[in-house]
Every structure is written in structure tokens, then in C-alpha cells.
């Protein structure tokens, strides 16, 4: 099996400023093409450390996958890397700085000087086009090792790779050994560490597929690698591990991959001609936010109320003052009567209600930071939920796991209710 190493530049990497998406993206895609994928390394904005990280990845690999430093500034010095690794000079590439200029001429801006040095190459290099911006991707050798260096704009390289990344990959390297498929499940309701009793058999050390999990915001993911001799191979070992993990853990698991929650919910929804609305207090319509990140959300969420003061709570959603008195804008009571409200207001299917503290200041002895309470409701009930967060619980996480919650009891209502249109 080839081995490949993955080469993220760039100082806002190694100083923490950005998140390496690319690296992992490409990581993945290779595996699936059959490459061991040996290692991952982040390489900051200078000359020195690139070059002798390029030198120790060709003398360690066979393909070496290169993001980022491609642009038109003086810390982008992939270029200058790539060509001092492989002991080459750079040369302008004529047809390459005629297409960096047609783009400024479609998008109709005036070209920067600084931007004709993208066209510059390793001598012996091969450009790759970039239709979508305006660095060209590199493709040459270094020592035994291929090399290609794509721009780290995420849709610039991804659509790069596909279409020029591949064929070349293809060509070159007939018979990989095997691939590598991976998938993952996305659970919610059960922590990270009950999950991993449940499959402790699963995750023995040595198995195919190997299994193992992830957690992130209250969202525990399952993962699932086979090794095959080919995608067919593998892929019929991804369905057979899925379909125990299924069993095992049924409505728990509610979806696969990169869908979330609202994504979940919103499908569920669609299916089932049904409508949802919002009313929000101390997460300020980040629940609202997350049921329309994607097209279509129309078709099923109409519209939501953001309730931060008591006052507000009463105005637009018709909860009465008595009740906030007596138990606190932050109760359950409240919380079902937000939910009511909201959905009186707007005539929908279903309503999602979210009251709490999230901090770091704002609590008390009886209520404190990182309370909240959580309701759904829909013609013929009104359930409410008490979450507890430590204290020390960053905001941000209080208001992204309370969302998470709400949006799993609409799923868990959802998935139990017979198929009904909107009422």
C-alpha cells in the first residue's frame, strides 16, 4: 500500500488562528484511493521549515498531498518550497499567468502585479488550472515522491483535486493495495463512555472494520474503517458493521456522516408535510440559525420569536407575568408556555422552546449557570426537560448543547408520532 503525507501551510495553522480543514479532507480522500496515510504535519510560514519538511516527507512517502501558500503575499512560499526541495529553479508559466489574468478579467478587477507570481513553477512542474480563483495548483516530483500543491481555499481545492488530482493518481499508481472506507453514525442521548461499553467488542485492537468513537457538543460519533481490496469490498463491510451498530443502538443513532441534528430534523419534517417555529431566550435564535443553515428550510421551519427579556416573553408570546413570578423565566412552566405561545402564534405543526442561564454570570444558589430548560410541543402535548451544565461550561457550549437537546426531542416526537400534515 503507497504510503502518502499530508503538508498543511501556514502560521495561522501552527499558531491555532485556523482550523487545518483541508488536511483532513484530502487525508480522507486519499485513504480511500488505497494510501496509507503515514502521517499529517502543519508547517508554519517559513522558508527553512517547509522545505526540510518537504525534504523528510519525499524521503518517507510516495505521495505527498501540499494545501495552502499558494497565494499572492509574501508569506505564501510554497512555490519557493517545492522548488528549493526538489533542487529546481522557478520559471513563469506563460500559460498559467494567461488564465490568472482572463479570471481578473471575468470578475472584472484590475490585476494585482503581486498576483503574476502565481504563475511561477518549479522548473519541471506541471500547473494546474484553478477555474474557481486565481492560484494554480503544482504537480511534480521530488525525489521518488509525487507531489501536488493545491490553494487553501477549501471549494478551490476540493474541486481541483477531483478533477485534476485524480486522473493523475489514477495513472500513476495502477495498483494501490487496497482502500481504506471510513463512515461514521451520529449519536445523541447517551455519553461517549456508554456508547464505548456497548461496543467495547467492536473496538478491540486488530479488527476489520475498526470502530471507534468521537465526541463533540454532546454528539457522539461512531467510526467506521474497513480495508479491502477494493470500494465494493469495503463498502459491504461498512453495511454490515452499520446495520449491527443499528441494532445496538437504534433511535439513538440519527444520522450518518457529516449530518446534523437540524439536518435530521429537518428531513423528518419534510417527510412528514410538518412545520416547526421557535422561541428563544438565552440561546437568541441559535436554534432558529441551525434549522435554516441549509437550502429548502422553507418547506418546513416558518419562523421564530427571540424572548431575551421577560417582557418580551409576555408581549410576543403571550406567557403570563404571574407565572414568570412565581416560578422564574427560567422553569420549566415557562419554558412550556414559550413553546405554546409560539405555537399559537405561527399555527405550526410543532414549537421548540428554549430558558436558561448560560453565563458565566447570571445564577444563583437555586439557579445557577448552566440551567436550562428545554420544550416541544405540538397539538396534543407540551414536554419540558431540565438540563444541568457545570458551572465552569464555556457559554458557548451551554447554548450549542441546549440547542442540540431541544432539537433531539423533536426528533425522538417526531420518529414516534404517526406520519401527520401540518395542523
Known amino acids: 500500500m503507497p504510503r502518502a503525507w499530508i503538508v498543511s501551510i501556514g502560521t495561522e495553522l501552527t499558531l491555532g488562528q485556523a482550523v487545518d480543514t483541508n488536511g483532513a479532507w484530502f487525508a480522507a480522500r486519499l485513504a480511500e484511493r488505497g494510501f496509507d496515510i503515514a502521517r499529517h504535519i502543519t508547517l508554519p510560514d517559513e522558508l527553512q521549515s517547509i522545505v526540510a519538511g518537504l525534504r523528510e516527507a519525499a524521503e518517507n512517502c510516495d505521495v505527498i498531498a501540499v494545501t495552502g501558500g499558494l497565494g499572492p503575499t ?19 508559466d506563460a500559460a498559467s499567468q494567461r488564465q490568472i489574468q482572463e479570471y481578473f478579467d471575468r470578475v472584472r478587477r484590475p490585476m494585482s502585479p503581486a498576483n503574476v507570481a502565481q504563475a511561477d513553477l518549479p522548473r519541471g512542474a506541471s500547473a494546474l488550472s484553478n477555474t474557481s480563483g486565481t492560484a494554480p495548483g503544482i504537480w511534480m516530483r521530488i525525489g521518488r515522491a509525487l507531489a501536488f500543491a493545491l490553494p487553501g481555499v477549501p471549494f478551490e481545492a476540493k474541486r481541483m483535486y477531483a478533477e485534476q488530482i485524480v486522473p493523475r493518481l489514477t495513472a500513476a499508481f495502477t495498483e494501490t493495495g487496497g482502500v481504506i472506507a471510513s463512515r461514521k453514525l451520529n449519536c445523541f442521548g ?142 420549566a412552566e415557562v419554558a412550556r408556555s414559550m413553546a405554546a405561545g409560539a405555537r399559537t402564534r405561527l399555527g405550526t405543526t410543532y414549537a421548540l422552546a428554549i430558558t436558561g442561564i448560560a453565563g458565566p454570570a447570571g445564577g444563583s444558589a437555586e439557579k445557577p449557570v448552566g440551567l436550562v430548560y428545554v420544550a416541544v410541543a405540538d397539538a396534543s402535548a407540551i414536554d419540558a426537560h431540565e438540563l444541568r451544565f457545570p458551572e465552569q461550561s464555556p457559554r458557548g457550549v451551554i447554548r450549542e448543547r441546549s440547542v442540540a437537546s431541544v432539537l433531539n426531542m423533536l426528533r425522538q416526537r417526531i420518529i414516534v408520532e404517526a406520519p401527520s400534515p401540518n395542523r
Open 74 to 92: 509574501e508569506d505564501d512560499l510554497t512555490r519557493a518550497a517545492l522548488a528549493a526541495a526538489a533542487g529546481a529553479e522557478l520559471v513563469r
Open 190 to 331: 447517551a455519553g461517549e463512555a456508554a456508547i464505548g461499553e456497548r461496543i467495547r467488542d467492536l473496538m478491540q485492537r486488530g479488527r476489520n472494520p475498526e470502530v471507534g468513537t468521537t465526541a463533540q457538543l454532546g454528539v457522539i460519533g461512531i467510526r467506521i474503517n474497513a480495508r479491502a481490496a477494493n470500494l465494493e469490498s469495503a463498502g459491504r463491510m461498512l453495511d454490515e458493521m452499520e446495520g449491527e451498530l443499528r441494532a445496538r443502538f437504534g433511535t439513538l443513532i440519527f444520522g450518518r456522516d457529516d449530518e446534523t441534528l437540524a439536518a435530521t430534523v429537518g428531513r423528518l419534517l419534510v417527510e412528514r408535510r410538518a412545520t416547526v417555529c421557535t422561541a428563544e431566550s438565552c440561546t437568541a435564535g441559535l436554534a432558529a440559525e441551525h434549522l435554516t443553515r441549509f437550502a429548502g428550510a422553507s418547506r418546513f421551519f416558518t419562523g421564530g420569536f427571540v424572548t431575551y427579556s421577560d417582557e418580551a416573553k409576555v408581549a410576543l408570546l403571550g406567557v403570563d407575568p404571574a407565572l414568570i413570578r412565581e416560578k422564574g423565566a427560567v422553569s
